[in-house]
């Protein structure tokens, strides 16, 4: 069956030296230090070992290949966001990653779809790079879950949401810069008890602050299954009605209601969670997204859920048609649909 991976990274080969050339800053290079291997380095610390289908366009394709998959959504590791940096930085990094993504695109337009990043600390800026990714035919930007830890309710980023409704730019809501990380460095726990809640934490302050209700054609999707926010909906649910006084203050509706208005993505590793993802926010909703090339992702591609004996019509909706209506906000298709040509070239390769 034809798929789509909604939920993928990728990276340049080579990055400039950022803190050189901004002067300050512990901004990611790469140390390419032995083949098809790199590190990527945070200022001096080292981050984490990236391989060449972290960069490389043919690897993956033919990694994908493997597990039946034509297109992948890109866009950059939220490391790279940078909302830290000097806004006119951060600009000028987001259009180097952006303009990497549009080449990748379109050489491969059969294959990568690309989500821009945008300098989200300044909304200003941030429009104007979102009207050049809409110019050059991006569908939709990739953000992180807090900016600065300031929530996606706060009022300095409503305008760039309007402006995305306006442009009919999609959203991936990725968590990053996970609250109390600084208590949590052993076990990996940023990763494995930071990132769900950091999900929850958007999903929550993009409802209770109104920013879907304002703008209800804004197309919204939440990584890793939106994190812990559907596990414990009774419990947020509740909250909301047994304390309105402080959950209900700038928005009435209780969040019960947003289910089935947004979208997920179905990295969940777990078939149980998936069935139950399924029912609470509907199966138009759930996408396949697999969080590759890195070790926390889903890397066999959806490969559990094929098992999951769900009906036709579902498994299609799930591997590529919830993912065009989130990207684009109707039924059309994707050129990486329409030829198999090129994959049984690829397969041919020795
Ligand atoms: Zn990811």
């Given at each position: 069956?034809y798929?789509?991976?909604m939920?993928t990274h ?7 030296d950022?803190?050189?050339k901004?002067?300050?800053g512990d901004?990611?290079h790469?140390e390419?230090h032995?083949?098809?291997?790199a590190?990527?380095m945070?200022?001096?610390t080292f981050?984490r070992?990236i391989?060449s ?7 993956r ?5 493997r597990?039946?998959?034509r297109?992948?959504?890109?866009c950059t ?8 940096a ?5 600009l000028?990094l987001?259009?180097?990653?952006n303009d ?22 300044d909304?200003?800026i941030a429009?104007?790079?979102l009207q050049r990714?809409k ?5 939709g930007?990739?953000i992180?879950?807090n900016?600065?830890q300031?929530?996606?309710s706060?009022?300095e980023f ?7 409704e ?7 809501v990725h968590p990053w810069?996970?609250?109390?990380q600084?208590?949590m460095?052993k076990?990996?726990l940023p990763?494995?008890?930071?990132m769900p809640a950091e ?8 409802i ?9 054609n804004?197309?919204f999707?939440f990584?890793h299954a939106?994190?812990?926010f ?5 419990r947020i649910?509740h909250?909301f009605?047994?304390r ?13 209601h947003?289910?089935?208005k ?6 969940t ?10 029912e609470?926010i509907?199966?138009d909703k759930v996408?396949l997204?697999t ?5 926390l992702?889903d890397?066999?591609i959806?490969a559990?859920?094929?098992g ?8 299609e909706?799930?591997f590529y ?6 990207l684009?906000g109707?039924?059309r298709t994707?050129?990486?649909a ?7 070239k690829l397969?041919a390769?020795p």
């Amino acid at each position: 069956m034809y798929k789509i991976d909604m939920h993928t990274h990728i990276l340049p080969e080579k990055l400039p030296d950022f803190a050189q050339k901004y002067g300050y800053g512990d901004f990611i290079h790469l140390e390419h230090h032995r083949p098809g291997f790199a590190r990527m380095m945070k200022g001096s610390t080292f981050f984490r070992e990236i391989e060449s289908n972290c960069w490389d366009p043919q690897v993956r394709i033919e990694e994908y290949l493997r597990f039946n998959t034509r297109v992948q959504v890109v866009c950059t590791v939220p490391v790279m966001f940078s909302y830290w940096a000097k806004p006119a930085d951060c600009l000028d990094l987001s259009r180097f990653l952006n303009d990497h993504l549009a080449a990748l695109a379109a050489e491969y337009p059969e294959h990568y779809i690309p989500l821009g990043t945008l300098p989200m600390q300044d909304a200003d800026i941030a429009i104007q790079e979102l009207q050049r990714l809409k110019a050059m035919g991006f569908p939709g930007i990739q953000i992180g879950s807090n900016i600065n830890q300031r929530n996606l309710s706060e009022p300095e980023f409503f305008p760039i949401f309007e402006a995305c409704e306006a442009l009919n730019m999609a959203i991936l809501v990725h968590p990053w810069e996970m609250m109390g990380q600084e208590y949590m460095t052993k076990y990996w726990l940023p990763w494995l008890v930071g990132m769900p809640a950091e999900t929850c934490r958007a999903i929550c302050s993009l409802i209770f602050g109104g920013v879907m209700e304002r703008l209800p054609n804004l197309r919204f999707c939440f990584a890793h299954a939106g994190g812990s926010f559907i596990p414990t909906i009774g419990r947020i649910q509740h909250g909301f009605e047994c304390r309105p006084d402080l959950v209900a203050v700038d928005n009435p509706k209780p969040p019960r209601h947003y289910l089935g208005k947004f979208w997920v993505d179905s990295a969940t590793h777990d078939a149980q969670l998936l069935r139950y993802v399924l029912e609470v926010i509907g199966e138009d909703k759930v996408c396949l997204g697999t969080d590759y090339p890195f070790p926390l992702g889903d890397l066999e591609i959806g490969a559990f859920i094929e098992g999951m004996e769900l009906p036709p019509q579902t498994l299609e909706k799930i591997f590529y048609r919830n993912t065009l209506q989130w990207l684009y906000g109707d039924d059309r298709t994707h050129p990486g649909a329409l030829s198999t040509e090129a994959d049984s070239k690829l397969r041919a390769r020795p």
